[in-house]
Structures are given as structure tokens and as C-alpha cells.
């Protein structure tokens, strides 16, 4: 039995995730920290993010950022906006520059599209979805119609392949997703954080599976600016997120000095 740490979204904020890691290093028995992937972009720090998880021995998934870095996703034609295709090319030039190697970074290259980790075997990670994950299609969705129709395709993936619960980023929003084995109920949850709550649980019982959205460290987009981050307990059958104040004027400002686009910078303090 295991308790594990589990980020994403990291999108090159140096400063969120330094203070997530603080956090985690403070918490008891952590046994094994895992990132879900899109630890570059937007942020103006990518270099920085990928040694700190590289020194910490922080295995990571490919997310769609990294997958366009790696050219494997078209972003150009992916991307939904100018802003991300300009902090893309950015990006990729950066890397190259501080000789970061897409073909040999475990970050890049080493990494995959989903993973089992060995401390939570019944558990799948991926950045997206587990029925597709190199489209990088959204679960959470504005629609809660939506959300529930698209999260069924995943949950009959899930009891087809012996899958109880899945962890996932992508969308910078903290949600978990329930659904019963027959399919008669998916219910959607969203951690409360009101006044400033630091932390919340969840125990996930064993007559449902779960999807777990465990929110974004570097760029939250659910109207909580701090850091988010999740540990499982795996003996207990629980997750905790938990909110991180982090210096944010440091990294809004690095954005601006780095020429990237200002809406990146806005939204960290806005956590939109």
C-alpha cells in the first residue's frame, strides 16, 4: 500500500511547481511523485521545469504539448488559437538553444501516452482519455450533458479492461467522474474550495469506477489561481487535492519579459 502524488499540467511555471514540490515534500509517506504530461508550453520556464523533474526522478507522460514539440501532433493545425502556436514555436526553439534533445529526454521520447503506476497497479494515467489518447480529446466538457456522454466511452473502456479508476489532466480543472458498473448513473463532482480550503478528499469506493481529474499545477483554469495538485492513498482508497499559493507575480512577469503572449500571464492570476 502506497501513497502517490500525482501532477499535471505543469505548462513551464517554475515557481508553481518548486511550491507543489515543497508541499508534497512536507506530506508523509509519499512514495512516488508522477507528472501527466504537458510540463512545457505557455510558461516561460520549460527548461527549468524539465531538470527539476528530471533531478527528482519524476516519470512523466506525453501530453499534447510535448506531442507537438515531438512533431507527432500537428499543432498548427491542433492548436485552436495563435497564442498557443506562437508559445509553441517558442518553446521548441528554447529547447533547442539549451540543447534539451526531443529524440533523447526521457520527457519526450521516453515517455508514453498512458501508464500503469507500480505503486497503484489497478490504476491507468493518462494525459487525456484512455479510448484514444494520442487525439487529446476533452472529458470535461462546459455542457454537463456532454462531460457525461463523452466520460460513458471511457467507462465502458474501463470495465472492458478491468479498469477501476484513471487519473487525467488536459483540461486545468479538478473534477472527478463516478459512474456504477451497470452504467445507470455518471455523476460529476468538483472539489469545493471556497474560503481558501487547502485541501479536499474524496474516498472512492470500490462498487464504482472513477475518473479522476487531478487540475493543473502551472496553469489552473477553474478560478482558483493557486497550484493544484493530488495524493492517492492507495490503502485507504482516498484522494486529496490540495491548493498551493506560489509566487505568481515571478511568473507572470518572466511571461512578459519572454515576449510570449500576455493572455499567458493574465491567467495566472486570474486561475482562468
Not at 45 to 61: K, W
Not at 121 to 137: G, I, K, Q
Request: overall charge negative; proline content about 4%; aromatic content about 10%.
Amino acid at each position: 500500500m502506497a501513497r502517490i502524488a500525482v501532477i499535471a499540467d505543469i505548462h513551464g511555471n517554475l515557481e508553481a511547481l518548486e511550491a507543489v514540490l515543497e508541499d508534497i515534500d512536507k506530506q508523509k509517506n509519499i512514495s512516488k511523485v508522477y507528472s501527466l504530461g504537458d510540463n512545457v508550453g505557455y510558461g516561460a520556464s520549460p527548461v527549468a521545469v524539465l531538470e527539476v523533474l528530471q533531478e527528482r526522478g519524476i516519470r512523466s507522460l506525453i501530453g499534447n504539448h510535448e506531442a507537438a514539440i515531438m512533431g507527432i501532433l500537428d499543432f498548427e493545425e491542433e492548436f485552436n488559437s495563435r497564442n498557443a502556436v506562437k508559445a509553441t514555436y517558442w518553446t521548441v526553439e528554447l529547447l533547442k538553444e539549451h540543447g534539451v534533445d526531443v529524440e533523447q529526454s526521457p520527457f519526450f521520447n521516453g515517455a508514453g501516452f498512458s501508464m500503469s503506476p507500480s505503486k497503484a497497479p489497478r490504476a491507468v494515467m493518462t494525459h487525456s482519455t484512455l479510448t484514444n489518447p494520442e487525439a487529446f480529446d476533452y472529458i470535461v466538457r462546459p455542457e454537463i450533458a456532454e462531460t457525461r456522454q463523452l466520460a460513458l466511452k471511457e467507462f465502458r473502456h474501463m470495465k472492458r479492461k478491468g479498469i477501476p479508476l484513471a487519473f487525467f489532466g488536459h483540461s486545468h480543472e479538478a473534477v472527478i467522474v463516478r459512474c456504477d458498473y451497470g452504467f445507470a448513473t455518471i455523476e460529476i463532482a468538483v472539489p469545493n474550495f471556497i474560503k481558501k480550503k487547502r485541501s479536499y478528499t474524496y474516498r472512492l469506493t470500490k462498487e464504482e469506477m472513477w475518473m479522476v481529474n487531478v487540475g493543473s499545477v502551472g496553469q489552473p483554469r477553474d478560478g482558483d489561481p493557486r497550484a493544484c495538485y493530488l495524493v492517492y492513498d492507495t490503502s485507504r482508497n482516498t484522494v486529496t487535492y490540495y491548493r498551493i499559493e506560489y509566487d505568481v507575480d515571478t511568473a507572470f512577469n518572466k511571461i512578459m519579459e519572454a515576449g510570449l503572449p500576455e493572455v499567458y500571464a493574465v491567467r495566472l492570476r486570474a486561475g482562468r
